[in-house]
């Protein structure tokens, strides 16, 4: 999979792309991204990428062209274009899955108080990371990103996201490691019995346990 990504700020996404399973997936080319400057697109003398809004207001706003330009340019028949905003429709596991699947995703992230309405007719999807206003889109590219590549085949173990919280409604179950009694705090005793059958059965309990405790939302779907 390719993933370009179009920002203002590529500097936000160093960490990100060499750090931990991001940083491997990419060194086993299991996926390419493409952090790109649309500002080094823009046509203005002074390579601005933003204007006063018509009809006046708060703010500055992303103007069409050099966005345009860079998404003339880098696209292919395969490209998924993906704008970032809080009007999107909201991210969850199952978009995900489905994101996962494409070939290559390009993410615009807007910036300042907002983007030319136009640039709205480049784009397949709109996509928010929850409902609540963030300064640009970076962190949501990087939300999604993330949460795409650790799907792809390879990345990471694939029994491990088979029962992950969301896969099948429920939470995921919790887990424990050494010592077995940790300042009085005890490791359930059934954990340590290597009765398998027993420890399968108290942790689909505990899954339907915790998602009803804390997302009672998610049995009710
Ligand atoms: N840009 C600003 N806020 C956002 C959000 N909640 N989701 C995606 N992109 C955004």
Do not use: W
């Amino acid at each position: 999979m390719k993933i370009d990504i179009l920002t203002i700020f590529p500097e936000m996404f160093t960490g990100f792309i060499n750090s931990s399973i991001i940083k491997r997936a990419i060194n086993d080319k299991k996926v390419e991204i493409n952090i790109h400057n649309f500002r080094d697109y823009s046509k203005d003398p002074h390579k601005c990428v933003d204007d006063y809004p018509y009809g006046g207001g708060q703010g500055m706003v992303l103007m069409p062209q050099p966005i345009f330009d860079a998404v003339e340019d880098l696209k292919n028949s395969d490209t998924k274009i993906i704008l970032l905003s809080p009007q999107g429709t909201k991210y969850n596991q199952k978009k995900a899955y489905e994101l996962a699947k494409e070939k290559n995703l390009m993410f615009i992230c807007g910036h300042y108080e907002g983007f030319d309405e136009r640039i709205r007719t480049l784009v397949d999807e709109e996509i928010s990371i929850g409902d609540y206003v963030l300064t640009g889109g970076e962190l949501a590219s990087m939300v999604i990103t993330d949460s795409v590549v650790r799907l792809i085949p390879g990345v990471i173990n694939e029994n491990s996201h088979l029962k992950e919280s969301f896969n099948d409604g429920l939470l995921d179950y919790p887990v424990y490691t050494r010592p077995a009694d940790f300042r009085g705090l005890k490791v359930p005793e059934v954990l340590l019995s290597g009765h398998h059958a027993n420890i399968e059965k108290y942790r689909q309990e505990e899954r339907i346990r915790i998602t009803r405790e804390k997302r009672p939302d998610l049995l009710k779907k």
